[in-house]
């Protein structure tokens, strides 16, 4: 893929696409990861290490990134695609 192709009205809207699904996938991924844990196992925020709430943020980064790269193989059929007319 070349990088001219993201500089296009179609190619921004792709990027766009793509850091919106990001933020959305760190919200409602974080949320379970953090929110549900302090809910459910009536946990206060405070008592935990620090080494633990490391663990938890790196592995809220990598789902949310795992889970936007499985979502830009079918936006970027849906929005790159030269064949497609928008």
Known sequence: MQLEQYKTKKGKR??????????????????AAFGTTVQASDFPYDSGSASMRIMQAVRVLVYSVV????????????????????
């Open 67 to 86: 889970f936007t790269l499985l979502s830009a193989i079918p936006l970027g059929q849906l929005l790159l695609d030269p064949a497609r007319e928008s």
């Open 14 to 31: 792709f990027i766009l696409a793509l850091v919106a699904i990001f933020v959305i996938a760190l919200a409602l991924v974080g949320h």
